[in-house]
């Protein structure tokens, strides 16, 4: 019996019972009950932190109060939190050294083994509000945290005239992983520095510490290397198109290569200084051997076909996945793994990217490469028959020792998508496991660290009802997302960093669809990575998703409402579809029509399965809460309920 059955079956009791006294007793044990277990709408954080504990009263925070700090380091920190402030409150509280602020900031003197580098603990009283950590980063995280306990519009853009109050809490916290990463694809689709800078700052507020960037691939070379130019005057630019990638027109004789961008080695020192300022550290990705059309567009000497009329690919058809991890590419995206020249040219590339990032990690990708036109090119053939390989898939393995080695040489460790683990021979070389867990556990007995990226992690995957969604493969519901646990049996939980989110940007043009597929699945593993894995608990969850759609949209932060819209699921049986509909979140009311009508209140209501009647039906389904729409309209015609039976 878990807390919320217990005290339902003791109200039973309590009413049932004639003693007037006995009820009494209850009600005041019941309320005192509620301030500890009760959800207080004051205290709506994400991540949830690992121990929170409520008192009585709060702080109001005025245009007298303070913001102190005990250090140098700390006075960062301090500095931060008024520069927001200011915003929202109109306050200008300048930070003073000391212990005496009214918000105070204090780095702890004798380390607190029990939060370790990234932990942190908050008091807030009638009195006041003291973060104490271990280390800067630490304070960073408490005082994101004390900007979720304010009243939600401290996200205002403008001034706002209010009680500004953090209510009684003691919390202390400390992250589950020390890899709590994100992944955006800037090569399918460009974003410029400003929209990479916001993006890093959205995603610290939720204690992400690392943002990796997937820098090259077929559709766009985004960095500048000043020894290999021509990689960015033509690698970062590919002919306009729109549409769903896979399904665009491939570029044309003459035309203009305009669509892209790339960040200029400037650029990069910037947004990699800004992400430190937030305590995120930035990964680059340079994805050899394969997904290098744009690479190839520009030194085409490089591939085995040396194709001189390759073009960057602007999200045209090239490729055939066939299931089981078998797939074939028509047209040659590799490097050429043969070719002295191709170590060279990648020598020069990790030498300045090793020069710009400060992180211990290069990624170098390694994922889908297509070994096909290895089989039948002369050096590789050569160098097969040399190395005594019996299959070009051991090229592979040749391939990443090689640029292993070529990182470790600029000091650097590498990462790399789990296609690499066969390749490499540097137990401290990281390796990102989106395949089957039986790989995380190779790579765990090989000695390497493992990052999962599983389904669970793709953003770029739909939410909800696919025909309202971007179209793409598979689904990842928020719910799907949050039920994430990121460990595997057979792995030493030491082994496993964390995980990362992963957004890869074919289903997208813009940083508001990047947002929209970002929020509020990116809330959810956050919440995975920081928290417990014990104290997930969905109907509390998806509340405190409601509460954050309410600061994202004072912060001018776009998300989607998928798990507002009804799940659909047709089943067939003797001839027959029936109808299952369900919703992500309870309390929806959900309404439908079959006749061709809008649906809404005043049509029927779903309570339970329904067949469809034969004919041309096209059903239509709306979900409302509290009398108002709160969901898309679904409307699914006779094919599309044909396309999703299932049999019973």
Known sequence: MDFVEFILSLTNYV??????????????????FTVVYGQNPAIQLIPQP??????????????????????????????????????STGFSIKPQQGKAGSIQFNLNKTAVAQIGKEGYTLLSSPKGVIINANTPTGLFY?????????????????????????????????????????MLDVSRTFFTKDEVIH??????????NIFHMHLTDDNGWRIEIKSLPKLTEVGAWRVPRYGLYGGRAEPKPGEAATDGGFYTQSDIKEIVQFAKDRYIEVIPEIDVPAHNMAAIASYPELSCTKDTTMKVNPGSHFSYFYGDGVFKMTKDNNLNPSDEKV???LDKIFTEVAAMF??????????????????????CLALMKKMNMKHPIELQAYFVKRVEAIVKAKGKKMAAWDESLPGSSDPESLMMIWHEDRVAVDAAEKGHPIVLTPAFSFLNLPQGEVTVEPLSYGMNRLKDCYGYNPVIEGVDPKKILGAEALMWSDVMQNQYQLEYMTWPRGWALAEDLWSPHASKNWNNFYQRVENEFNRADLAGVNYSTAIY?????????????TVNID??????????SMDEAMPGKFSPKYSKPFEVPEGPVTLRVVTFRGGKQIGHLIALSPEELKKRQTAK
């Open 15 to 32: 009413i049932n019972s004639p003693h007037s006294m006995k009820k009494l007793i209850f009600l005041l044990l019941f309320c005192s």
């Open 199 to 208: 993006y890093i700052d959205q995603i610290a507020r939720y204690k992400y």
């Open 142 to 182: 408490g005082m994101q945290t004390l900007l979720q306990l304010l009243p939600k519009e401290i996200e205002s853009k403008t001034v706002v005239a209010m009680n500004w109050t953090v209510p009684s809490v003691k919390i202390t916290d400390y992250p589950r992983f020390s890899w709590r990463a994100l």
């Open 358 to 379: 400060p992180t211990p990690y290069i990624h170098i990708g390694g994922d889908e490469c297509y070994k096909g036109f290895w089989a039948n090119d002369p050096g």
């Open 583 to 592: 919703t992500e979140i309870p309390g929806l009311d959900i309404y439908y």
């Open 565 to 577: 819209d009804a799940i659909v699921n047709v089943i067939a049986k003797d001839g027959k579809m």
């Open 50 to 87: 690992v121990e929170i504990k409520l008192s009585n009263g709060s702080f109001l925070l005025t245009r007298s109060s303070s913001v102190g700090f005990d250090s140098q380091e700390s006075h960062k920190i301090a500095e931060m939190l008024s520069q927001k402030l200011k915003v």
């Open 343 to 345: 170590y060279e040219f």
